[in-house]
């Protein structure tokens, strides 16, 4: 079932006030009206996609995964079924959604794969270990590939119990446990536990580096203490708490921890947006806090000085309780989570998306010197100190698969001891931070000193997208192989993995040095309507395989008047009438004067019959076909006008 809502002139700002900044609502969504909700958690694809992942109360209780990367047209990607409850929290690790309540049940591990499409429950995980179980959990938790379950009911004293998500996400792997108290949740960051003591022990920190021997490292002690999360600012200086319940003052607290083990006996800092309100979870991104609030919807607070933060834009839900806040897609989006009205999308003005990284430093097919530490350079994804994350660099290549961290958009590797003279040598980037990973749209091969004389394989385009095609209609584009190298290109097979794209044979062809050969693709629509992609792979003598993407849309009818097309553009149309027997006429348009040939296959690939070749002026043109002495079948049609190249299929019935 796909729920949807397209929310109607809500690009208002909120909350503006003198500062310079401000919050912006862009959709509403609420999802299941008449049901309360629970926590909230975001998950961006590999494709980009990206979605809210919001606790539903019940009855039924579950998981609504929204799909909100199209802001104006957010809606429900998938409803996981899961326990009744009040208490719903979830994290995300790879392509898995990660879901603990206290109505028991374990862990519910749902694949996130599939999305848009849709999504599914893997499995709900237990774990008992003696007499102590994760049945019920209060929070979860996960950093660095572990799973961190908290406040657990079976497993006393409600610590955080450990699990590795690390070698198989659908079967984490105990690894131990930390119960100085009841730990009502917690963040941990580079294997340091910042472990909230709801029930007045304040804050604990402690050594997560040996995950079956947790050590304390000090606790943050402050009376009347209801500490209910908690969030490490990004130069790690200074960790901001949250109080729900307690007699202290419900206020951010700021703490200075660069003096680890020593602790501050009172906060740098503390604010409040409105004094008497009780805040629920802060998270922080770059130098700003986003906070929820009861009675007081969503507010951000500057934190570039931490010692004085400030108001910096919000949205008021008076009467209602915002149970959190995830402000980390790469788009800048941020999404709230009310109990009763559901999601809420937002944008901050002084949040800039991200943007994809273009590889500069080695290019394509760069002959780099033996010997040489190898420079790489790649543009910033976005301002590394307003939005703090990382690059991991990946080199693969004869002898070699390497990854490293680099913290800015340049990195040089000196192992080059390790490559092989001659050998080609690819490199890509990742972009990371605690909850994303974005891969660059390319990856670069280059030479590692000169290469020995070899085939090398190019195909143009990298990319066919063969639009809206009939149902049981085909349609036929091509690409251009061509060999770059000094030896004969051997091309020994080409495939495709989705049934709905086929290759016109041959599949198999030898071309010289420079010499090129056009391979035809068809898309067959099936049903029902959609979009199909799927990839063409060409498999050579060229160690370097390239791949084409494929896509095309399925639908019911296609119809597209030949005279649409603005003046001055090329265009191939559609034979008619079609199917015909035995003459049917094609029609061209040409914007200037040029080379034209028009010719006709069948489906081995075989030539048929030149219609046109000759000069042709601008404009119309129409040719007729006679196909009498031909057999019924399917025929392709070729314009190639230039450097414009167009196929089209018709269909021969006697």
């Not at 237990?126 to 938790?141: A, D, E, L, P, V």
């Not at 009911?153 to 996400?169: E, H, N, Q, T």
């Not at 340049?410 to 990742?430: A, K, M, P, Q, R």
Request: a negative charge.
């Amino acid at each position: 079932m796909r729920i949807s809502c397209l929310f109607c002139a809500l690009m208002m700002p909120v909350f503006a006030l003198a500062q310079s900044t401000q919050l912006t609502v862009v959709n509403h969504f609420n999802v299941r009206s008449g049901d309360d909700y629970s926590a909230i958690w975001g998950y961006t694809a590999p494709d980009g996609r990206e979605y809210a992942v919001l606790g539903v109360q019940g009855p039924p209780g579950g998981t609504s995964i929204i799909d909100i990367t199209d802001s104006a047209n957010v809606y429900e990607a998938a409803f996981i079924t899961g326990p009744t409850s009040l208490w719903r929290e979830m994290k995300t690790y790879g392509h898995y959604a990660y879901i603990v309540t206290e109505s028991g049940g374990g862990v519910q591990i749902i694949n996130l794969s599939q999305l848009p499409d849709t999504a599914w429950l893997v499995r709900s995980f237990n774990y008992t270990n003696g007499g102590r179980n994760i049945s019920s959990s209060h929070t979860i938790s996960i950093h660095d590939g572990f799973m961190y379950l908290n406040g657990c009911s079976g497993w006393s004293p409600g610590g955080a119990v450990i699990f590795d998500l690390r070698a198989d996400p659908e079967n984490p792997v105990y690894v131990g446990d930390y119960g100085p108290f009841y730990l009502h949740d917690t963040y941990v960051l580079r294997d340091t536990i910042y472990g909230a003591g709801i029930y007045g022990q304040g804050l604990i920190i402690a050594d997560a580096r040996n995950k079956a021997a947790v050590q304390t490292i000090a606790t943050i002690s402050y009376s009347g203490a209801g500490t209910h999360n908690s969030w490490v600012t990004k130069d790690r200086r200074y960790v901001i708490t949250t109080d729900e319940i307690g007699t202290t003052p419900k206020t951010l607290k700021i703490w200075d921890i660069t003096d680890l083990p020593t602790v501050p006996t009172t906060p740098t800092a503390t604010y409040t947006s409105n004094p008497g309100r009780t805040e629920h979870n802060v998270t922080i991104r770059g130098d700003y806090a986003y906070v929820a609030w009861y009675d007081d919807g969503v507010q951000v607070v500057n934190i570039t000085d931490p010692a004085t933060p400030t108001d910096a834009g919000g949205f008021n839900l008076t009467g209602n309780l915002v149970w959190g806040v995830y402000p980390y897609y790469p788009s800048g989006k941020i999404i709230g989570g009310d109990m009763v009205t559901g999601l809420w999308v937002f944008r901050f003005s002084d949040l800039a998306p991200r943007v994809p990284v273009m590889l500069a430093e080695p290019a394509t097919f760069d002959t780099l010197s033996v010997g040489s530490p190898i420079t790489f350079r790649w543009t910033k994804s976005a301002d590394i100190d307003r939005d703090p994350h990382y690059y991991d660099v990946h080199l693969t290549g004869p002898g070699l698969d390497s990854v490293w961290r680099a913290d800015d958009s340049v990195s040089v590797f000196s192992d080059v001891g390790l490559l092989t003279e001659g050998g080609i040598y690819s490199w890509f980037i990742v972009t990371r931070d605690e909850w994303n990973t974005t891969f660059s749209p390319d990856t670069v091969q280059f030479f590692y000193g000169t290469p020995p004389p070899a085939a090398r394989i190019q195909v143009t385009p990298t990319a066919l997208d063969f639009g809206q095609v009939t149902i049981g209609m085909m349609d036929t584009l091509s690409v251009l192989v061509q060999n770059i190298g000094q030896l004969t290109l051997d091309v020994t097979d080409i495939t495709v993995d989705d049934p709905n794209f086929t290759i016109i044979p041959p599949t198999t062809f030898s071309l010289a040095t420079l010499d090129t050969h056009r391979v035809l693709v068809q898309f067959t629509a099936p049903s029902p309507e959609g979009t199909y992609s799927g990839a063409m792979m060409f498999v050579s003598n060229d160690p370097v395989s390239p791949t084409v993407s494929l896509t095309g849309e399925a639908v019911n009818v296609v119809h597209v008047a030949s005279d649409a097309l603005p003046p001055g553009t090329y265009g191939l149309f559609q034979n008619y009438p079609n199917p015909f027997n035995p003459s049917t006429t094609i029609g061209y348009d040409l914007p200037n004067q040029m080379k034209v040939e028009l010719q006709v296959f069948n489906l081995l690939g075989q030539k048929v019959r030149d219609l046109v070749n000759e000069v042709q002026s601008a404009g119309r043109h129409e040719v007729s076909f006679d196909a009498s002495s031909l057999p019924s079948g399917v025929y392709l049609y070729k314009l190639t006008a230039g450097s414009y190249l167009a196929t089209r299929r018709m269909i021969l019935t006697k």
